[in-house]
């Protein structure tokens, strides 16, 4: 595996954020939901994850997650994803990186 350096891990904006609203995804190839998180001082952005094998998305609202905010934009299908939610393989689906502790909204990742 290569090395980074730490400016190459500065380049990335991981900060943490509240989920305002979940909604199912019809439209996706494969199960997702579309998300509406709430990054403080970053505002509000949206994105798409395939989450569904172990959220209902009532589960999701009101956590705190990890989101990657500096990719650009992405368009799938009819709705553009704004950041990367973190989460881990699982042999069930994806476990979303969920926030042990509360933090302010837009806390970047030491």
Same mark, same amino acid.
């Given at each position: 595996?290569?090395?980074?350096?730490?400016? @190459?891990?500065?380049?990335?904006?991981?900060?943490?954020?509240?989920?305002?609203?979940?909604?199912? !995804?019809?439209?996706?190839?494969?199960?997702?939901? =579309?998300?509406?998180?709430?990054? %403080?001082?970053?505002?509000?952005? =949206?994105?798409?994850?395939?989450? $569904?094998?172990?959220?209902?998305?009532?589960?999701?609202?009101?956590?705190?997650?990890? %989101?990657?905010?500096?990719?650009?934009? =992405?368009?799938?299908?009819?709705?553009?994803?704004?950041?990367?939610? $973190?989460? !881990?393989?699982? @042999? @069930?689906?994806?476990?979303?990186?969920?926030?042990?502790?509360?933090?302010?909204?837009?806390?970047?990742?030491?």
């Amino acid at each position: 595996m290569e090395q980074i350096t730490w400016s @190459d891990f500065e380049k990335v904006l991981i900060v943490a954020g509240t989920v305002l609203r979940v909604e199912p !995804f019809p439209q996706a190839r494969k199960p997702a939901y =579309k998300f509406w998180v709430d990054f %403080g001082p970053y505002g509000e952005k =949206k994105t798409s994850a395939q989450v $569904t094998n172990l959220y209902a998305p009532e589960q999701l609202v009101g956590r705190q997650i990890v %989101g990657v905010i500096n990719f650009p934009p =992405k368009q799938i299908g009819p709705f553009v994803s704004e950041f990367l939610l $973190t989460g !881990f393989p699982t @042999d @069930d689906g994806v476990a979303v990186t969920a926030i042990e502790r509360p933090v302010p909204n837009g806390t970047r990742m030491a």
